[in-house]
């Protein structure tokens, strides 16, 4: 008797995926995918190195969330995908980053008022099966509207954007700040770049469309 091949089912063998971050809106972002994962949060310096380049910055320390996560893996947890993200703000030569409180929430506002702003989002999808890390790196080019004082303080009144670098949340009714905004990815702006995501998903075996 002739054993018939099986057809293709399509779908690729799943992975474990992790995102390395405590932020609820990669989260959210993430849950977009209908992806199962699970969370843990990476314990690193934030702090950026001296003369280092914004971009090189988010590029590293979304390496190194990721690469933190994959130490904590156990020897039969290895084949395990792991999410880094980091996001910075650039205006010129000054950076910002989450304000923290008001008043400084403020002072970014207040500085950003008028003024282009590149928000470089960094992607490390670090496999911990061989150890590879696959990066990119997304521009957002953001054009804040001239604010009055009044409506900064009326803004984070209803949004409180004190964990978002540059103060204001583009995804809700931060976007009544800007003027413009151009970039390859919306959600990049957000946190975490869906578009490029997908396509490191895919080039490590997790096709997000089959999984």
Do not use: W
């Amino acid at each position: 008797m002739t054993t018939l091949p099986q057809p293709e089912t399509g779908k690729t063998p799943r992975r474990t995926l992790i995102l390395g971050s405590s932020s609820a809106y990669r989260r959210a972002l993430l849950e977009r995918l209908g992806i199962p994962f699970r969370i843990v949060s990476p314990d690193i310096d934030e702090s950026p190195l001296a003369g280092e380049h914004p971009a090189a910055t988010a590029r590293r320390l979304a390496r190194e969330k990721a690469k933190a996560v994959a130490d904590q893996l156990s020897a039969d947890q290895r084949d395990t995908l792991i999410i880094g993200s980091d996001q910075v703000a650039v205006m010129g030569d000054r950076v910002f980053g989450k304000p923290g409180n008001h008043d400084k929430a403020v002072a970014q506002l207040q500085s950003l008022s008028g003024n282009i702003v590149v928000f470089e989002t960094a992607l490390c999808l670090y496999d911990a099966l061989n150890g590879q890390a696959h990066e990119e790196l997304v521009s957002t080019e953001v054009e804040f509207r001239t604010l009055t004082l009044e409506e900064i303080e009326a803004y984070l009144k209803r949004e409180p954007a004190y964990d978002c670098a540059g103060s204001a949340k583009s995804e809700a009714l931060g976007i009544a700040l800007l003027d413009r905004l151009s970039g390859d990815d919306p959600t990049a702006l957000v946190g975490l770049p869906l578009i490029a995501l997908c396509r490191l998903l895919r080039h490590a075996g997790l096709n997000p469309l089959l999984a």
